[in-house]
């Protein structure tokens, strides 16, 4: 473990007024505040060679698997610092590596600009793609019991034919 990397990480994080925790050394768990997605919980972990990134962005879908997928893809290719990855069982998230020779702080504020913006505005449209019928199911749920609808009004399109 590199002490002057861990330094680094900390002085970016603390700089940008993130909020973070430490669970072991070398590890941080960095928490990016959103609009759309209210949160992307991320990781920070320093490994032997890199900087390693990861961030949980979604769970696999519900349906419309291939469309889902094929976009994450497209969404790949303009894509700096990290990129959509699936686990074993298909969840989404967001992964990189930096070199560590590569980690100022500078670098890490731009890669996690990079996994908020990616998340925040990746987010309404996976869940259209991959989660629509839920959509739905919510909304006449809400409106049968007369709850409020305010966090489902940007999938409205979704709801209506």
């Known amino acids: 473990m590199r002490p002057d990397l861990e330094r680094v990480v900390e002085s970016a994080l603390e700089s940008a007024e993130l909020s973070f ?8 768990l960095v928490r990016l505040p959103g609009q759309h997605k209210l949160a992307t919980l991320t990781w920070l972990v320093i490994g032997d060679q890199a900087l390693n990134i990861e961030a949980f962005f979604c769970r696999q879908p519900d349906e419309n698997h291939a469309e ?10 303009s894509m700096y610092g990290v990129h ?10 967001l992964v990189g590596r930096l070199p560590l020779d590569a980690v100022t702080e500078e670098e890490i504020d731009r890669v996690l600009g990079c996994v908020l913006t990616y998340s925040d505005e990746s987010f309404d449209r996976a869940l ?26 940007p999938f409205a399109r979704v709801v209506e034919p």
């Open 128 to 153: 259209e793609l991959g989660f629509a019928s839920s959509i739905r199911r919510e909304w006449e749920w809400r409106v049968k019991r007369g709850e409020s609808l305010a966090n489902l009004r």
């Open 21 to 28: 925790e430490r669970p072991k050394p070398g590890s941080f």
């Open 84 to 93: 959509f990855a699936i686990d074993s069982i298909g969840d989404v998230h």
């Open 68 to 77: 889902f997928y094929r976009w994450l893809l497209l969404k790949n290719g």
